[in-house]
């Protein structure tokens, strides 16, 4: 058994996955003085990599095979951070306090984080199986998306969330015949308002998108190539319809790798559940990412989110609570996607109850969709407007009371928007509290 790593004989904090989160759950804890062992288990081979870009600029025409890595080589070696590669967690011993790993060796932990991240939802219908059925969530899957999407194939993407539709800008550029099967009534339907989704739609259309809506795939079939697999021909849906496909993605959401936390015994709800500090039912485990479930800080609500900014937030509150270092003020959630080079910017969690107010002309390019929940600034969603996300960020922060009617007119800057106070001076306000 490791009793350590690194120098010294004390007990590594041991940490789990080595995505976004974990990596800067290791970069916190020395930053905040930490001098002890640290040791991050990396599930995949190579350099810890940044995940946005695979969907995007690694699909491009052109693009090299490399992703940005999150640290390069020789920061782990400068933090005394011990890295194992192409290891994953098998289990974990909570009153020995120790993790038995996927090589056989049993690790021991002074404090044990799990950033294990999420997987793609698998497709559960016939055919899924076949050779040109892909999911895109590592490297690997991006590497090999990007080799099947060659000038004329035919593409069929399962969804219109994020991922679907960054693939679709991106098969589409590369020539592609490109085919969106999506269940519900509108693109994005999760995440943002009609107003966006109609915006995004219309954007994909012009480069020769083509999408249908309420369709439930039921089956995949294909046919023997001559090297003798049996490859994706064709997507059928409820109605019968079937659509001709090479290549099949799968991009219907994705899974809390929580299992390893599960089978442990710790409190999971699709999602590992956390408190503020990061730490789950057992205080000497903490969980940090995507993996994670927790109540915000900001509205009240349970959520469990998939974004960069949350998993650097968390990252940063971990580290804090295991140094003793005080953390960060809590952040305003905020997302963002690229599509066909338009960039959306999203800042809170948009309800579907919300209030939507639009801001702008869509079909100029430029707008923003702001979202009142009991009068206050609930989320904003922005297209080439900055100005309105930075302003936003601050006034969901603040639980900004806000003029609907104010808010309606793109001549108003957001922050002279605030209810019951003339918009010359709402916006000194607003600098005041930020």
């Known amino acids: 058994m490791r009793s350590g790593t690194g120098t010294g004989n004390a007990a590594p904090v041991v940490i789990v996955g080595a995505g976004h989160s974990g990596v800067a759950v290791a970069a916190g804890l020395r930053a905040k003085g930490w001098e002890g062992c640290i ?26 095979d490399e992703s940005a890595v999150l640290r390069k080589e020789r920061f782990y070696a400068d933090k005394g951070i011990d890295r194992l590669a192409g290891v994953t967690a098998a289990s974990i011993d909570r009153n020995g306090r120790t993790v038995l790993l996927s090589d056989g060796t049993r690790q021991a932990y002074h404090r044990l984080v799990i950033a294990t991240g999420s997987r793609a939802r698998p497709l559960t219908v016939p055919g899924a199986g076949l050779q040109g059925v892909r999911s895109l969530r590592t490297r690997d899957d991006a590497l090999e998306l990007k080799r099947l999407l060659v000038p004329g194939a035919r593409v069929a993407i399962i969804g219109a969330g994020y991922i679907g539709l960054e693939v679709a800008a991106a098969s589409a550029a590369r020539g592609c015949e490109v085919t969106v099967l999506e269940f519900q009534d509108r693109v994005m339907s999760r995440v943002t308002s009609a107003p966006v989704s109609c915006y995004f739609e219309k954007l994909h259309m012009r480069h020769g998108v083509r999408f249908v809506f309420g369709a439930a795939v039921t089956s995949i079939d294909g046919e023997q190539s001559f090297q003798g697999e049996q490859r994706a021909q064709s997507v059928t849906v409820a109605d019968g319809t079937v659509f001709p496909a090479d290549v099949v993605l799968a991009g219907i959401g994705v899974l809390p790798n929580q299992e390893l936390a599960a089978d442990a015994g ?28 927790f109540t915000s800080p900001i509205d009240g609500a349970s959520q469990r989110l998939e974004c960069i900014q949350n998993a650097l937030a968390q990252a940063d509150r971990v580290a804090a609570h295991i140094t003793g270092q005080p953390a960060a003020e809590p952040e305003v959630p905020w997302f963002w996607t690229v599509q ?79 209810a019951g106070i003339p918009h010359h001076a709402a916006a000194d306000l607003a600098a005041a509290r930020s």
């Open 266 to 293: 710790l409190d999971c709800r699709d999602g590992i559940l956390v408190d503020g500090d990061g730490r789950t039912s057992d205080p000497a485990i903490y969980a940090s990412g995507d993996v994670t479930r």
């Open 39 to 64: 040791l991050l288990i990396d599930a995949e081979n190579g350099l810890p990599y940044e995940r946005p870009p695979l969907s995007k600029e690694l699909l491009k025409d052109g693009a090299t």
């Open 340 to 418: 066909h080079g338009v960039r959306l910017q999203t800042a809170g969690v948009r309800h579907r109850e919300d209030q939507v107010i639009v801001r702008g002309e869509p079909a100029g390019g430029k707008f923003s969709v702001v979202y009142l929940r009991g009068g206050r600034l609930a989320a904003v969603d922005t297209i080439a407007n900055l100005a309105d996300f930075r302003t936003a960020k601050r006034l969901v922060a603040q639980g900004a009371l806000i003029d609907p009617a104010l808010a309606a007119d793109p001549g108003i800057p957001l922050a002279d928007a605030i």
